[in-house]
């Protein structure tokens, strides 16, 4: 057979029709379904918060058409069971060909627009133009992942359907479906979420994680200092500390380094770590015992300031986070921090999200009630800070911002994630007319938000009371905005004027929005700080806005915030 006669016959018939009605898997895919889907996936090539790679939207633009799949091969079924109508075999023909016809050549247009719309956002947030964007391949694995999603749909409607014929021997047509959709229903939870994810990923992860703990990065060494944890005189042992734990430990500036850079003599910091407890709930309270021991042992409550910091799920702690407190105050300062989980912040954010702020919680309490108790004219300024998850395990020590305001003496807090409660308090109790992605809260009394804190902490023009507290949050930050509301709400950070690094093209789609910016989760770090989910040396300003020391000024400041920039300190 030649091949022009295949392509005339495929012409004339280009769509194959099973040869048992009943077959499920096999069978050719619904017309209406494919359209949606393809509508679907055109929606997914429009711009989100950050620039995506093309494989991640070929990714996005799989699962978004698998979607559209699902919800127009709905909207078919429903016709289907509503009206009689069919249509001919010669308008099938002609609507499959169209289909093909179309889809390729309006698929093509649309990715190619894409790149371009990529491309000027790469440009806004100052991310290198070398943006390869394969255009057959996005189609391609779009085409695929779809395509996975509807054979293992199908493949669970057969099973379905298998069990309500087996009960149907015993029981009525319809208890019998009701049955076998419960007992799938039943099966397809307790596969996806017992054995695959918490006993398959999960359980991979919680591997891999636990013996990335058990490491050392290279340079960091066991320190021989009396005023860090993980010493020769420390109650913690530095094996005990985590890698994150030992990599924030090894990494504290020397007081020759602070010397060197304040003119003036400096003396060593304090850094206290207590790495992740065992013994259930009883931990939480033996970590903050740990951590108060150190602080009496390191002298941190008679150092000038003391800064307690959120974590994110590793332990990790951005080392642009405590350095510029340590060199604004000639070393004259203790941090503290303390691991509740070895496992990455996004797997945190799922399986230990309460553990968190438990954690802080008892850490904050212990450390506080020692605090208190000291002379008013003695003690430390008590400031708190964290970045990420971190940012929310710090704010679940608190009752609510006014509760924050009573007890420390001002607050750095860096990306939060929506779920962060003092955040959304402030959030939604913002001045009217001001934006989601730069609110003013009371005038700016107490709360200021900053993209580009130099400028953006000026503002707005009224008094700025003591305690402080300072969110560092880009516009671009996808871990600030992502939530579940995002499938069928249109976000407020959508809403006109945008951030000053969020594209005008870009558009509120149900479901769509929401798998973008979950994509854009995974190249939240992709871009040049102050964009996604990258600070920079953004917590120079902020600390020196917080809780500057005396005679400190905006040429200490920027001083600083160059010597910072200049650093190559790990992000």
Same mark, same amino acid.
Not at 182 to 188: G, R, S
Not at 371 to 385: I, T
Not at 457 to 478: C, F, I, K, M, T
């Given at each position: 057979?030649?091949?022009?006669?295949?392509?005339?016959?495929?012409?004339?018939?280009?769509?194959?029709?099973?040869?048992?009605?009943?077959?499920?898997?096999?069978?050719?895919?619904? @017309?209406? +379904?494919?359209? !949606?889907? &393809? /509508? $679907?996936?055109? =929606?997914?090539?429009?711009?989100? %918060?950050?620039? *995506?790679?093309?494989?991640?939207?070929?990714?996005?633009?799989?699962?978004?058409?698998?979607?559209?799949?699902?919800?127009?091969?709905?909207?078919?079924?429903?016709?289907?069971?509503?009206?009689?109508?069919?249509?001919?075999?010669?308008?099938?023909?002609?609507?499959?060909?169209?289909?093909?016809?179309?889809?390729?050549?309006?698929?093509?247009?649309?990715?190619?627009?894409?790149?371009?719309?990529?491309?000027?956002?790469?440009?806004?947030?100052?991310?290198?133009?070398?943006?390869?964007?394969?255009?057959?391949?996005?189609? @391609?694995? +779009?085409?695929? !992942?779809? &395509? /996975? $999603?509807?054979? =293992?749909?199908?493949?669970?409607? %057969?099973?379905? *359907?298998?069990?309500?014929?087996?009960?149907?021997?015993?029981?009525?047509?319809?208890?019998?479906?009701?049955?076998?959709?419960?007992?799938?229903?039943?099966?397809?939870?307790?596969?996806?979420?017992?054995?695959?994810?918490?006993?398959?990923?999960?359980?991979?992860?919680?591997?891999?994680?636990?013996?990335?703990?058990?490491?050392?990065?290279?340079?960091?060494?066991?320190?021989?200092?009396?005023?860090?944890?993980?010493?020769?005189?420390?109650?913690?042992?530095?094996?005990?500390?985590?890698?994150?734990?030992?990599?924030?430990?090894?990494?504290?500036?020397?007081?020759?380094?602070?010397?060197?850079?304040?003119?003036?003599?400096?003396?060593?910091?304090?850094?206290?770590?207590?790495?992740?407890?065992?013994?259930?709930?009883?931990?939480?309270?033996?970590?903050?015992?740990?951590?108060?021991?150190?602080?009496?042992?390191?002298?941190?409550?008679?150092?000038?300031?003391?800064?307690?910091?959120?974590?994110?799920?590793?332990?990790?702690?951005?080392?642009?986070?405590?350095?510029?407190?340590?060199?604004?105050?000639?070393?004259?300062?203790?941090?503290?921090?303390?691991?509740?989980?070895?496992?990455?912040?996004?797997?945190?954010?799922?399986?230990?999200?309460?553990?968190?702020?438990?954690?802080?919680?008892?850490?904050?309490?212990?450390?506080?009630?020692?605090?208190?108790?000291?002379?008013?004219?003695?003690?430390?300024?008590?400031?708190?800070?964290?970045?990420?998850?971190?940012?929310?395990?710090?704010?679940?020590?608190?009752?609510?911002?006014?509760?924050?305001?009573?007890?420390?003496?001002?607050?750095?807090?860096?990306?939060?994630?929506?779920?962060?409660?003092?955040?959304?308090?402030?959030?939604?109790?913002?001045?009217?007319?001001?934006?989601?992605?730069?609110?003013?809260?009371?005038?700016?009394?107490?709360?200021?938000?900053?993209?580009?804190?130099?400028?953006?902490?000026?503002?707005?023009?009224?008094?700025?009371?003591?305690?402080?507290?300072?969110?560092?949050?880009?516009?671009?930050?996808?871990?600030?905005?992502?939530?579940?509301?995002?499938?069928?709400?249109?976000?407020?950070?959508?809403?006109?004027?945008?951030?000053?690094?969020?594209?005008?093209?870009?558009?509120?789609?149900?479901?769509?929005?929401?798998?973008?910016?979950?994509?854009?989760?995974?190249?939240?770090?992709?871009?040049?700080?102050?964009?996604?989910?990258?600070?920079?040396?953004?917590?120079?300003?902020?600390?020196?806005?917080?809780?500057?020391?005396?005679?400190?000024?905006?040429?200490?400041?920027?001083?600083?915030?160059?010597?910072?920039?200049?650093?190559?300190?790990?992000?």
């Amino acid at each position: 057979m030649s091949v022009l006669h295949l392509l005339v016959r495929w012409l004339r018939r280009p769509y194959w029709d099973a040869p048992d009605p009943a077959w499920i898997v096999r069978r050719w895919p619904d @017309l209406t +379904a494919c359209c !949606v889907a &393809a /509508l $679907f996936f055109w =929606l997914s090539l429009t711009p989100s %918060l950050l620039p *995506r790679p093309w494989y991640l939207q070929g990714l996005i633009g799989g699962i978004t058409a698998a979607v559209g799949y699902t919800a127009g091969a709905a909207a078919s079924a429903l016709f289907r069971a509503l009206c009689r109508y069919r249509p001919a075999e010669r308008t099938r023909a002609r609507c499959w060909l169209a289909f093909h016809v179309l889809g390729i050549v309006l698929s093509t247009a649309a990715v190619s627009w894409s790149a371009h719309a990529q491309r000027r956002l790469r440009r806004l947030q100052e991310v290198e133009p070398s943006l390869v964007w394969h255009t057959p391949m996005i189609i @391609l694995i +779009a085409v695929a !992942v779809c &395509a /996975l $999603f509807v054979l =293992l749909a199908r493949c669970v409607r %057969l099973v379905a *359907r298998r069990l309500a014929r087996f009960f149907g021997r015993w029981v009525p047509r319809p208890a019998a479906y009701v049955i076998g959709t419960a007992l799938t229903a039943l099966l397809v939870t307790v596969g996806s979420k017992d054995v695959l994810y918490e006993r398959g990923f999960i359980d991979i992860v919680d591997r891999i994680s636990k013996a990335a703990n058990l490491s050392t990065a290279d340079g960091i060494t066991q320190p021989a200092s009396a005023y860090v944890s993980g010493g020769p005189t420390s109650v913690v042992d530095w094996a005990e500390l985590g890698a994150e734990g030992r990599n924030f430990i090894g990494s504290v500036p020397r007081k020759q380094d602070i010397a060197a850079f304040t003119g003036r003599p400096a003396k060593d910091p304090v850094r206290v770590y207590v790495g992740e407890q065992e013994g259930g709930d009883a931990h939480f309270r033996r970590t903050a015992d740990l951590a108060v021991q150190e602080l009496e042992r390191t002298g941190g409550f008679d150092r000038k300031v003391l800064a307690l910091l959120g974590t994110t799920g590793s332990g990790w702690v951005d080392p642009r986070m405590p350095e510029p407190l340590e060199y604004m105050y000639g070393g004259d300062s203790a941090v503290v921090a303390t691991q509740y989980s070895y496992l990455p912040s996004w797997i945190s954010f799922l399986v230990d999200k309460e553990k968190a702020a438990r954690d802080a919680r008892a850490v904050f309490d212990a450390v506080y009630a020692k605090w208190s108790a000291l002379p008013a004219d003695d003690r430390p300024k008590l400031v708190v800070g964290g970045e990420s998850l971190g940012t929310y395990a710090t704010e679940a020590g608190f009752d609510g911002l006014d509760d924050m305001l009573d007890k420390v003496d001002g607050a750095l807090l860096a990306g939060p994630p929506n779920v962060s409660p003092i955040w959304r308090e402030v959030t939604a109790g913002r001045d009217p007319g001001s934006p989601v992605w730069r609110p003013e809260y009371d005038h700016g009394r107490h709360v200021r938000f900053a993209q580009y804190p130099e400028r953006d902490l000026r503002r707005p023009d009224g008094p700025w009371e003591h305690p402080r507290v300072v969110y560092l949050q880009n516009a671009s930050d996808p871990v600030v905005w992502w939530t579940p509301d995002l499938l069928f709400h249109r976000p407020a950070w959508l809403d006109r004027p945008l951030g000053p690094d969020v594209t005008d093209e870009m558009r509120f789609w149900p479901v769509v929005t929401f798998w973008q910016t979950t994509v854009d989760l995974a190249v939240s770090f992709g871009a040049p700080p102050p964009h996604g989910h990258r600070y920079g040396t953004g917590a120079v300003d902020g600390w020196a806005a917080v809780v500057p020391p005396p005679g400190w000024t905006d040429r200490d400041t920027a001083r600083l915030r160059a010597y910072e920039a200049a650093k190559d300190a790990p992000y």
